[in-house]
C-alpha cells in the first residue's frame, strides 16, 4: 500500500520595494530553471503558480505571491532531502516568508515556515526554519 503525502504552500515577498519588478523577474527565471517534467526531482517548475502582481496598483498591501502544491508517494520518509532541495531554491530567490504545509497519511498534518529580514537578497541571509505539528479536532 503507498501512502500518498501532500505538499503544499506560498513564498511571499514584499512589495514596498521600488525594486519589486526586477526582484519578480529573479524568482520567474528561479522557478523556470526548475526541471519541466516530473518525474523525480523533488521540485519542478510544474507545481508552481505564479500569480500576476503589478506593484502599481498595490499602494503597499499587496504582497507577491507564489504558490506551489505537489502530491507525492510517501515524501515524508525523505522530507529531510525535500527540504535541502526547497532551502536551496530559497537561497536563489527574494522572498521574505515562505509557508510550507505536509500533509500525510501516518503521520498528519505539519506547518514548517522561514523568515527572512524584509529585503534581503539571494542568497545573503541566514534564514530561520521553524516547524509545527498540526493537531487535528475532530467533533464528535
Excluded at 10 to 29: F, G, P, T, W
Excluded at 93 to 121: C, I, K, N, R
Aim: one cysteine or more; aromatic letters at 16%; a negative charge.
Amino acid at each position: 500500500m503507498s501512502q500518498e503525502s501532500i505538499v503544499y504552500g506560498c513564498i511571499r515577498d514584499a512589495s514596498r520595494h521600488r525594486d519589486v519588478v526586477e526582484r519578480q523577474y529573479c524568482n520567474r527565471q528561479v522557478i523556470f530553471s526548475l526541471p519541466k517534467d516530473d518525474e523525480w526531482p523533488f521540485l519542478s517548475q510544474d507545481m508552481f503558480a505564479l500569480s500576476h502582481f503589478d506593484a502599481s496598483q498595490t499602494n503597499g498591501f499587496q504582497s507577491p505571491i507564489i504558490h506551489f502544491g505537489a502530491a507525492y508517494r510517501a515524501i515524508e520518509y525523505e522530507w529531510d532531502e525535500w527540504i535541502i532541495h526547497f532551502e536551496n531554491l530559497l537561497n536563489r530567490m527574494y522572498w521574505v516568508s515562505a509557508t510550507v504545509h505536509l500533509e500525510t497519511e501516518l503521520f498528519g498534518m505539519h506547518a514548517f515556515s522561514w523568515q527572512l529580514p524584509d529585503g534581503a537578497a539571494p542568497g545573503a541571509q541566514p534564514h530561520c526554519l521553524r516547524c509545527r505539528w498540526v493537531q487535528e479536532f475532530v467533533k464528535l
